[in-house]
């Protein structure tokens, strides 16, 4: 029997898997757009576009940044903007400038100038807000309250080191007159951020190795001489699925089941997060190795186990009344499940059983199941209601009934077994042993 002390190690390493597994391959796709995207200049820019306005500005909307804390470095290391204009007449001079968006909404308070509202690229998709008005009280560049600019004809630069505040970006012509035709593109440089990614898929792989280790830990074997024999299997390492009916039964006690089953369900969400990450580490072990490891192996076959008595006690038979105990190993519980260990299994075959050979196999699961793999729901579930309905009303389980539940029950944890790779042994069509 798992001990609880196993059973806690195992659902916190499952936890553990399930938080982090994404944190390795987020650092390296953040290290990889760093590296690949990036130009000599480290900015990742958008490709150019084409802007054109009758209108005397165009204006981003308000950016509102705040970082929230006492930032400790200065303002350049939180990132760099830069943006590259130039008009659709190279003999034309530009305006670029970015300010507070209070001065730029006094500034443009009574001028004719287009905001951008959208703005996508792929596919490209410019949208703007008209603001009526006419010309500029005077030419963009004698103000002053502009926080970084660029000016002239021919290409022009604007960088800004990123810092708190609600800022506008402005692009005008140099002497504020109307009709705007300008390509530009807008890149940012953010300086920590190929450190972070790489922090991100170090820390990762380590805790996801912790959370694997943890797993591993609670579902290996104990010491030699404490470990029960396992019921041998039929030969060819078929699974074999018992369901003895104990009459006589509740007429009302499966109404509630649900309910107290409860504990149950909670710790097969966990046992069921625990079997996909050794289903992984199973693949590749049978791959490289033709070997299913062989505590490995044993936890899998636990969680069918653990798996199937709660569906005997509840709506995927009906079969019994005895409350499901909480352990993966076989013992004294009319609902048991056997499957003896294959010393090799194939390692091209583990390439495509478990979804092309599978896939005549999943298409009767899903009738009698609702769904790939044992749950509530299908054929299944119908029939254990009605057999609950005939105990509620004539005090008895129909023995036809009951065979046919298990046998559709035997059919999918077999299919089951097989798609999880504990045997190369293709499912029977069949519903008897």
Same mark, same amino acid.
């Given at each position: 029997?798992?001990?609880?002390?196993?059973?806690?190690?195992?659902?916190?390493?499952?936890?553990?898997?399930?938080? $982090?597994?994404? /944190?390795?391959?987020?650092?390296?796709?953040?290290?990889?757009?760093?590296?690949?995207?990036?130009?000599?200049?480290?900015?990742?820019?958008?490709?150019?576009?084409?802007?054109?306005?009758?209108?005397?500005?165009?204006?981003?909307?308000?950016?509102?940044?705040?970082?929230?804390?006492?930032?400790?470095?200065?303002?350049?290391?939180?990132?760099?903007?830069?943006?590259?204009?130039?008009?659709?007449?190279?003999?034309?001079?530009?305006?670029?400038?970015?300010?507070?968006?209070?001065?730029?909404?006094?500034?443009?308070?009574? $001028?004719?100038?287009?905001?951008?509202?959208?703005?996508? /690229?792929?596919?490209?998709?410019?949208?703007?807000?008209?603001?009526?008005?006419?010309?500029?009280?005077?030419?963009?560049?004698?103000?002053?309250?502009?926080?970084?600019?660029?000016?002239?004809?021919?290409?022009?630069?604007?960088?800004?080191?990123?810092?708190?505040?609600?800022?506008?970006? $402005?692009?005008?012509?140099?002497?504020?007159?109307?009709?705007?035709?300008?390509?530009?593109?807008?890149?940012?440089?953010?300086?920590?951020?190929?450190?972070?990614?790489?922090?991100?898929?170090?820390?990762? /792989?380590?805790?996801?190795?912790?959370?694997?280790?943890?797993?591993?830990?609670?579902?290996?074997?104990?010491?030699?001489?404490?470990?029960?024999?396992?019921?041998?299997?039929?030969?060819?390492?078929?699974?074999?699925?018992?369901?003895?009916?104990?009459?006589?039964?509740?007429?009302?006690?499966?109404?509630?089941?649900?309910?107290?089953?409860?504990?149950?369900?909670?710790?097969?969400?966990?046992?069921?997060?625990?079997?996909?990450?050794?289903?992984?580490?199973? +693949?590749?072990?049978?791959?490289?190795?033709?070997?299913?490891?062989?505590?490995?192996?044993? +936890?899998?076959?636990?969680?069918?186990?653990?798996?199937?008595?709660?569906?005997?006690?509840?709506?995927?038979?009906?079969?019994?009344?005895?409350?499901?105990?909480?352990?993966?190993?076989?013992?004294?519980?009319?609902?048991?499940?056997?499957?003896?260990?294959?010393?090799?299994?194939?390692?091209?075959?583990?390439?495509?059983?478990?979804?092309?050979?599978?896939?005549?196999?999943?298409?009767?699961?899903? +009738?009698?199941?609702?769904?790939?793999?044992?749950?509530?729901?299908?054929?299944?579930?119908?029939?254990?209601?009605?057999?609950?309905?005939?105990?509620?009303?004539?005090?008895?389980?129909?023995?036809?009934?009951?065979?046919?539940?298990?046998?559709?029950?035997?059919?999918?944890?077999?299919? /089951?077994?097989?798609?999880?790779?504990?045997?190369?042994?293709?499912?029977?069509?069949?519903?008897?042993?």
């Amino acid at each position: 029997m798992m001990s609880a002390g196993r059973i806690v190690l195992l659902i916190f390493g499952v936890i553990v898997v399930l938080v $982090v597994i994404g /944190l390795p391959f987020g650092g390296g796709a953040v290290m990889v757009v760093q590296k690949v995207l990036a130009d000599s200049e480290g900015f990742i820019s958008t490709r150019t576009v084409q802007l054109e306005r009758e209108s005397h500005a165009i204006v981003s909307e308000p950016a509102a940044i705040d970082i929230g804390l006492d930032w400790p470095w200065r303002p350049g290391r939180l990132g760099t903007m830069k943006v590259e204009a130039t008009a659709g007449d190279p003999a034309r001079a530009i305006f670029l400038g970015l300010a507070e968006a209070a001065a730029v909404r006094a500034y443009l308070a009574d $001028v004719a100038y287009d905001e951008i509202v959208e703005f996508k /690229l792929r596919p490209l998709r410019v949208s703007y807000r008209q603001h009526p008005g006419g010309s500029p009280p005077a030419p963009p560049a004698t103000q002053r309250f502009w926080e970084v600019a660029a000016q002239g004809a021919g290409p022009q630069t604007l960088r800004w080191e990123v810092e708190p505040g609600e800022w506008v970006l $402005v692009l005008m012509n140099a002497d504020g007159s109307a009709g705007l035709d300008l390509r530009g593109s807008v890149g940012v440089k953010v300086p920590w951020l190929f450190p972070v990614g790489l922090g991100l898929f170090i820390a990762g /792989l380590v805790v996801l190795a912790i959370g694997i280790v943890m797993i591993y830990l609670a579902v290996r074997r104990p010491a030699a001489g404490a470990a029960e024999a396992a019921a041998p299997a039929p030969s060819g390492h078929l699974l074999s699925l018992k369901g003895e009916l104990e009459e006589p039964l509740s007429p009302w006690l499966w109404v509630f089941k649900w309910f107290l089953l409860i504990p149950h369900y909670i710790v097969l969400a966990f046992l069921w997060a625990a079997f996909a990450v050794v289903w992984v580490i199973a +693949f590749f072990a049978i791959l490289f190795t033709g070997r299913y490891p062989r505590e490995l192996f044993e +936890f899998s076959v636990g969680v069918l186990r653990w798996t199937w008595r709660v569906g005997f006690y509840s709506y995927q038979a009906l079969g019994t009344d005895k409350y499901p105990p909480f352990t993966l190993k076989a013992g004294d519980y009319p609902a048991d499940l056997e499957l003896a260990y294959p010393e090799r299994l194939s390692r091209g075959l583990v390439l495509v059983k478990w979804w092309l050979l599978a896939l005549p196999q999943y298409l009767i699961v899903a +009738f009698f199941s609702g769904g790939w793999g044992p749950r509530y729901g299908g054929l299944v579930f119908i029939l254990a209601l009605f057999a609950g309905v005939a105990l509620l009303f004539r005090g008895r389980y129909p023995r036809e009934l009951f065979d046919f539940v298990i046998g559709m029950n035997r059919w999918g944890f077999r299919v /089951l077994a097989y798609a999880a790779l504990l045997t190369d042994r293709y499912p029977p069509f069949r519903l008897g042993e």
